[in-house]
C-alpha cells in the first residue's frame, strides 16, 4: 500500500525539490474517503519565475543535444514507468478515485506517449524546397519554441503530462509544469522519474500552488513561447485571451459533449456494451465521455433493454476494490454540478430510467449512481454543457440527416461516436460530423500514435502521433543565395 509524508516539498526548480517560500501548503485528499493524504507545497509567483528562469537556463543545453540523445532519456522514463507501473497506479486512484483498473490504464497510456516521443525525437525533420531561381537554395528546419508552459487537468493526472512533455522534450523545448490541485501527486512521481533518467537540471520545473497566480505569471513573462493546457474551454478562453499579450503559441485541449448514434444497422449488444464503457469511464469524468445517445427508433426499444441491463450490472464503490466499476465524482463541486444537470433536466419532463442520486458506499466520498435518461429535450444542461459526471441522456432520431444534424448541434467538436455495420454509412456521417475525432463501433480512440484534439470550442492543435511533436516547433525557412 502506497503511503506518503504528512508534507511534501513539491516544487521542483533547477533540480532541486523546495518548499514555497511563503511555507504555506495545499492539502490533497482521497476523493473516495475524503482522508487527507499529504500536503504540497502551495507556490506562487516567485516560484513561478524561478521555474521559468530556470527553464530558460537550460534551454540552450538541451536544445543543442541531438533528437538522439534526447531520445534516450525519454526512452529511460519510458522504462522507469512501466517498472513502476502498478504503485504509480495506486497512487493516481489514491488521489483521483477512478478504479485501480483505469488508473492502471492510464500508467500504460501515459508511458506509451514517452516511448512514442523517445522514437520521435529522432524524427523532427525539416523540408528542402526546389528553388525557382539558380542561384537559390530553400530551406525549412524545425527549431524548438523555447520555454513551454503546460498546464494540466486532474480527471487524467498521468496522461495529459506525457502527453505534453513528451513531445515537448523531444522536440527541444523545456518545460514548467503545473498540475492540477487535486492530483499533484502524479506529477511529482512524473518528475521524480525523469531526474532517475539523467534529465539535466533546469530542464523540466514543477509549480504546485496557487492557478491563478501562477498562470499570471506564465501568461506575463515573454520567455514563456508556447501554452500548452488540456482543461475547461472556459480557463482555455482565458489563456488564450492573455496569451495575446506576448504572443504566445497555444495548443489547447478542451471539453467535449460527444454524441453517439446508434443506427438501425448497428451491432446492438456491442453498442450498448461500448456506450456504457464511453460514458461511466472515470465517473462520466473524460473529455471524451458520451454526453449524448441517440438511437434510431427502429431500434431504441432492443437498444435500451441491452442498456438498462449493463447499466444495472455495474459496481460504484472504492477504486481500490478488484469490482468496482466506478469510482467518486473529484469533489462536492463536480456533484453539486451532477445533481444540478439532473434536477433541471426532471424540472423540464426528463424521466429517469435508471439512477438519478448519491449513492451511499459506506465511505465519505462523492459517490454517485450511475444514471439513464429519457424524454429529454435540447432545452435541458445535459444536452448542451458537460456534465462531467454519470448521467446519460438517450434520445431518438428517424433518419441520417436527422442524426448528423443533432450531432452537430454544439458549440463543442471534440470526440462523436458512431455504432453501424454498414461502411458505406459510416463514411458518410463520419465525414460530415464536426469533430476532431470519429470513433466507429470504437469508444477509446487515445492512443500515442494518432493525433487527438477539438475542433470547434473544444480546442486548437492536437497531441500524440507525429503531429503531436509539431506543436513544440517552429519551423524556420531558410533563403540561401548561392554562387552557382
Ligand atoms: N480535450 C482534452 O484532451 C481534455 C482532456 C482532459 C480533460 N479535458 C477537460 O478538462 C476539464 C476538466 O478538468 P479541470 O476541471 O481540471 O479543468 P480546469 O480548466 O478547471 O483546470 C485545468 C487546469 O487549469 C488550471 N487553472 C484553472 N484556472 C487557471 C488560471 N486562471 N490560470 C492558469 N491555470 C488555471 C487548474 O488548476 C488545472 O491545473 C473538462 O472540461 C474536460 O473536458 C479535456
Ligand atoms: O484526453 C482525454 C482522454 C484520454 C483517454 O481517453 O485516454
Not at 66 to 79: F, K, N
Not at 220 to 233: A, Q
Request: net charge negative.
Amino acid at each position: 500500500m502506497v503511503s506518503f509524508p504528512k508534507k511534501i516539498k513539491s516544487l521542483y526548480i533547477d533540480g532541486k525539490w523546495q518548499s514555497a517560500a511563503s511555507g504555506k501548503t495545499d492539502p490533497v485528499y482521497n476523493p473516495a474517503t475524503m482522508e487527507k493524504i499529504t500536503e504540497v507545497s502551495f507556490g506562487g509567483k516567485q516560484e513561478t519565475v524561478k521555474a521559468i528562469q530556470s527553464a530558460s537556463k537550460a534551454f540552450l543545453q538541451w536544445s543543442s543535444m541531438t533528437g538522439r540523445e534526447r531520445s534516450q532519456i525519454l526512452y529511460r522514463a519510458y522504462q522507469l514507468m512501466m517498472e513502476d507501473a502498478d504503485r504509480l497506479a495506486e497512487i493516481l486512484t489514491t488521489e483521483q478515485g477512478k478504479p485501480l483498473k483505469e488508473a492502471k490504464g492510464e500508467i500504460q497510456s501515459a508511458a506509451s506517449f514517452l516511448l512514442w516521443y523517445a522514437e520521435e525525437a529522432s524524427r523532427l525533420y525539416g523540408e528542402w524546397i526546389p528553388s525557382s531561381k539558380q542561384e537559390k537554395r530553400l530551406l525549412v528546419i524545425p527549431q524548438p519554441v523555447g520555454v513551454v508552459a503546460a498546464i494540466t487537468p486532474w480527471n487524467f493526472p498521468s496522461s495529459m503530462i506525457t502527453r505534453k512533455v513528451g513531445p515537448a522534450l523531444a522536440a527541444g523545448c523545456t518545460v514548467v509544469l503545473k498540475p492540477a490541485p487535486e492530483t499533484p501527486l502524479s506529477a511529482i512521481e512524473i518528475v521524480k522519474m525523469f531526474e532517475k533518467a539523467g534529465l539535466p537540471e533546469g530542464v523540466f520545473n514543477l509549480v504546485t500552488g496557487d492557478a491563478k497566480e501562477i498562470g499570471e505569471t506564465l501568461l506575463g513573462d515573454k520567455s514563456v513561447r508556447l501554452i500548452t493546457f488540456t482543461g475547461s474551454t472556459e480557463v482555455g478562453k482565458y489563456l488564450m485571451r492573455e496569451s495575446s499579450r506576448h504572443v504566445k503559441k497555444l495548443s489547447l485541449e478542451l471539453g467535449g459533449h460527444a454524441p453517439i448514434l446508434v443506427f438501425e444497422d448497428a451491432d446492438l449488444e456491442l453498442a450498448a456494451e461500448l456506450s456504457l464503457a464511453s460514458k461511466f469511464r472515470n465517473a462520466g469524468q473524460t473529455c471524451i465521455c458520451a454526453n449524448r445517445l441517440f438511437v434510431q427508433e427502429s431500434v431504441q426499444e432492443a437498444f435500451s433493454e441491452k442498456l438498462l441491463e449493463k447499466v444495472k450490472a455495474l459496481k460504484v464503490g472504492y477504486g481500490k476494490e478488484e469490482d468496482t466499476d466506478i469510482g467518486p465524482l473529484i469533489n462536492q463541486q463536480a456533484l453539486e454540478k451532477v445533481e444540478s444537470h439532473l434536477k433541471d433536466a426532471v424540472s423540464r419532463g426528463a424521466e429517469v430510467l435508471y439512477g438519478g442520486g448519491v449513492i451511499d458506499c459506506g465511505l465519505q466520498g462523492y459517490f454517485y449512481q450511475p444514471t439513464v435518461l429519457a424524454n429529454v429535450n435540447p432545452d435541458m444542461r445535459v444536452m448542451y454543457e458537460e456534465t462531467f459526471g454519470p448521467i446519460i441522456p438517450v434520445q431518438t432520431f428517424k433518419t441520417e440527416e436527422e442524426a448528423i444534424e443533432r450531432a452537430n448541434d454544439t458549440d463543442y467538436g471534440l470526440a462523436s461516436y458512431m455504432f453501424t455495420e454498414n461502411l458505406n454509412r459510416a463514411y458518410r456521417v463520419m465525414e460530415k460530423l464536426e469533430y476532431g475525432i470519429v470513433g466507429v463501433n470504437d469508444v477509446l480512440p487515445a492512443t500515442a500514435e494518432a493525433p487527438f484534439g477539438g475542433i470547434k470550442q473544444s480546442g486548437i492543435g492536437k497531441e500524440g502521433g507525429h503531429h503531436g511533436i509539431h506543436e513544440f516547433v517552429e519551423m524556420k525557412y531558410v533563403s540561401m543565395g548561392i554562387k552557382v
